[in-house]
């Protein structure tokens, strides 16, 4: 069975920084692209920010620039680091893995970004 944790969500001041991570289990890691959602109240899961099994990588135009995501396949863990955080950007954060065969959820951690 495939699971997915989130972790390293928490409360932050504008123009603070967290770093998310997503665990992966019950599956070969490195087949997957692997891709940060988030969902604020009242609105749309939206991508975030994606990476391929190759290592590239694509950004919410959001977020260019303050957030990176990163994978480390020998932990099956990704990763999102995330700079200058505003107050927009608050919402639950999914990790997801997904390819042409799957598409498995975490079940989400909670970033609050307020002073």
């Known amino acids: 069975q495939v699971q997915l944790v989130e972790s390293g969500g928490g409360l932050v001041q504008p123009g603070g920084s967290l770093r998310l991570s997503c665990a992966a289990s019950?599956?070969?890691?490195?087949?997957?692209?692997m891709s940060w959602y988030r969902q604020a109240p009242g609105k749309q899961r939206e991508l975030v920010a994606s990476?391929?099994?190759?290592?590239?990588?694509n950004y919410a135009d959001s977020v260019k620039g303050r957030f990176t995501i990163s994978r480390d396949n020998a932990k099956n863990t990704a990763f999102l680091q995330m700079n200058s955080l505003k107050p927009e950007d608050t919402a639950i954060y999914f990790c997801?893995?997904?390819?042409?065969?799957?598409?498995?959820w975490g079940q989400g951690t909670q970033v609050t970004v307020s002073s």
């Open positions: 019950g599956t070969i890691f490195s087949r997957y692209v």
């Open positions: 997801n893995a997904a390819n042409v065969f799957y598409n498995y």
């Open positions: 990476i391929t099994m190759s290592g590239t990588t």
